[in-house]
């Protein structure tokens, strides 16, 4: 950096007075441009936004299979004597007997053909829709 020179005026006449330096490399004081004044961020509201509207949509799709699940317990636990089920298979029959996790479909009246299904198994009460509607 180069020396800098301060030069004194001391009559009217325009005549140079003294000249002692200003500043030195060593001792020189450079002018800083102005830092942009600092802002929040950003990424922190956008971050608990998404992670908030991921807990939602995941919430919605564990409780739908939960709904359909506890809907189907029912209808299981509600099923009697003579109710007309159609399994997950498609076979249409009769409720002779309900034990436990297993129930037997009567499935052929003529020959009197019975099954044993899982209550797992069972996909729909028909008699049930008639019944409601």
Same mark, same amino acid.
């Given at each position: 950096m180069?020396?800098?020179?301060?030069m004194?005026?001391v009559d009217?006449?325009?005549?140079?007075?003294?000249a002692?330096p200003l500043?030195?490399e060593?001792?020189?004081v450079?002018?800083?441009p102005?830092s942009p004044p600092?802002?929040?961020?950003?990424?922190?509201?956008?971050n608990?936004?998404?992670?908030? %509207?991921?807990? &939602?949509f995941?919430?919605l799709m564990i409780?739908?299979?939960? !709904?359909k699940?506890?809907?189907?317990k029912?209808? @299981?636990?509600s099923?009697?004597?003579?109710?007309?089920?159609?399994?997950?298979?498609g076979? %249409?029959g009769t &409720?002779?007997e309900v034990k436990?996790?297993?129930?037997?479909l !009567?499935?052929?009246?003529?020959?009197?053909?019975k @099954?044993?299904?899982?209550?797992?198994?069972?996909?729909?009460?028909?008699?049930a829709?008639k019944?409601?509607s």
């Amino acid at each position: 950096m180069h020396n800098l020179w301060i030069m004194a005026q001391v009559d009217t006449n325009q005549s140079m007075v003294a000249a002692e330096p200003l500043a030195t490399e060593a001792n020189a004081v450079v002018a800083q441009p102005a830092s942009p004044p600092r802002q929040a961020p950003v990424g922190g509201w956008l971050n608990i936004g998404l992670l908030v %509207i991921m807990a &939602v949509f995941i919430y919605l799709m564990i409780r739908e299979p939960r !709904k359909k699940q506890q809907q189907h317990k029912k209808m @299981i636990e509600s099923l009697q004597k003579n109710d007309k089920v159609c399994t997950i298979g498609g076979i %249409i029959g009769t &409720v002779v007997e309900v034990k436990g996790d297993e129930v037997v479909l !009567k499935v052929d009246d003529s020959n009197n053909t019975k @099954i044993h299904v899982r209550t797992t198994a069972i996909a729909s009460n028909l008699s049930a829709s008639k019944k409601n509607s």
